[in-house]
């Protein structure tokens, strides 16, 4: 702990500030993660992963950047993390997900902005989150207005380059993303002094790819009758994806699902048989924002998907590895990303494909979509995603929250009743 407060001074924080959130993450990581009975036994590595969340990490980034290294903080899933790779720097993710770090960004954002957008800027301009402090320069897109307006916001703080994703996914959108990508290449270049190559963007494909293929492993034990893990653990295994090491977690997450396929092999599951299986669908996930799975799971069900960017849209689509050329390597790279369906595209059809998809192939008996407040694109998309989904016969409630826990009592009420009425 004294080497990490030394990190933290040395990284302008504001300690004070920073010690009341350390005080309260044990507690929220003992209540939510360690109360749970039966877990696997490798979940003590995203435990320890989580319990020092602003040690470990941190100093691994500062390490990097005392070897002359770059560290890229990025906030959405649109970013190729492949070609930071490529390009000799790290990427980590910098998305808030505590209403810790809401008030701070009020003090220059809206009130009725999203809270992941105002904790994202809160964190930075509060000085209460090391991974905010460490990053040499922001990665941003224009996902939504309140983000595009965030980022001008923190770019007097910090070097921001914004990719501009496009709002629709025709041929011509593709190859304007490709576009950003090649965009994204140069200032990746110009920053590290780093040459992008063929040879080392094929290397950092291949390494994001294998994180996506444990992820999917993961979520394919989550299929079985008899679920070895809980949607708990897997959200925070999914939240740390965006910080660990790629390599790294890759090991452990491959490491866990030999432990998982055992458990299912042998036919224990960490819910009681007739559990009601639940799919979360809508807004992500920040860490350390675990508030709607422990209710759900401590209220008689079990989530066992999730189609959201803390989920699904994060790794189910692979980037072509067959390339020969590096524009090949660009344009699999923008297939690949615009790939994701993401409520900010128009139209999005290909969302609802995906959530009736996964309904089917997790055997879900109710979907709950969860919509943080004042984001208008998702929260918009629920008409069509409520309908489509009584449509096709499978029960669904809908959801609309933030960080706070001051409507936790009576999400518990409705989401008991939900899962009640399912019989």
């Not at 993660?33 to 040690?55: K, T, W």
């Not at 380059?161 to 110009?190: C, G, S």
Request: charged content about 25%.
């Amino acid at each position: 702990m004294d080497n990490n407060r030394k990190m933290w001074e040395s990284l302008g924080m504001n300690l004070e500030a920073h010690d009341m959130l350390c005080e309260v993450l044990p507690q929220a990581v003992g209540d939510v993660f360690l109360s749970q009975e039966n877990r696997p036994e490798c979940m003590d590595y995203y435990d320890m992963v989580v319990a020092d969340i602003h040690g470990i990490r941190p100093a691994e980034l500062i390490a990097h950047q005392e070897k002359g290294g770059k560290v890229f903080g990025t906030f959405c899933a649109y970013v190729p993390d492949e070609v930071i790779i490529a390009g000799g720097a790290i990427a980590t993710g910098l998305c808030g997900g505590s209403q810790f770090w809401v008030p701070d960004g009020e003090k220059v954002l809206p009130t009725n902005t999203c809270p992941l957008i105002k904790a994202s800027v809160g964190a930075r301009l509060g000085r209460t989150c090391p991974f905010f402090r460490i990053a040499d320069m922001y990665i941003g897109e224009t996902t939504c207005d309140g983000k595009k307006k965030a980022w001008e916001i923190l770019a007097e703080d910090v070097p921001v380059h914004v990719m501009e994703l496009p709002q629709m996914k025709r041929r011509k959108n593709i190859d304007a993303w490709a576009d950003e990508i090649r965009i994204l290449k140069d200032v990746v270049e110009e920053q590290t002094g780093n040459k992008v190559t063929f040879d080392n963007l094929a290397a950092s494909i291949e390494i994001v790819n294998n994180k996506r293929k444990a992820l999917q492993r993961l979520y394919n034990c989550r299929k079985s009758k008899n679920i070895p893990i809980s949607g708990t653990d897997t959200l925070v295994i999914s939240q740390i994806a965006y910080y660990d090491d790629p390599v790294r977690f890759a090991t452990m997450t491959n490491k866990l699902c030999d432990e998982l396929e055992k458990r299912i092999e042998d036919g224990v599951s960490v819910f009681a048989e007739g559990t009601k299986r639940i799919l979360i669908t809508g807004t992500p996930m920040a860490i350390p924002n675990w508030k709607l799975h422990n209710i759900i799971e401590t209220s008689g069900g079990a989530v066992v998907c999730e189609e959201t960017c803390t989920g699904t849209r994060y790794f189910e689509r692979l980037v072509d590895e067959t390339q020969d050329t590096m524009e090949g390597q660009i344009n699999a790279l923008a297939e690949r990303y615009m790939g994701i369906n993401c409520a900010c595209f128009t139209p999005n059809t290909a969302r609802i494909d995906d959530i009736l998809r996964l309904a089917k192939e997790y055997d879900v008996d109710g979907i709950i979509d969860v919509n943080l407040k004042f984001c208008g694109c998702f929260q918009t998309e629920k008409y069509f995603i409520e309908r489509a989904v009584h449509e096709a016969g499978i029960p669904y409630l809908g959801i609309e929250t933030d960080y706070t826990d001051s409507d936790a009592e009576q999400l518990r009420t409705r989401i008991s009743a939900f899962i009640e009425m399912m019989g």
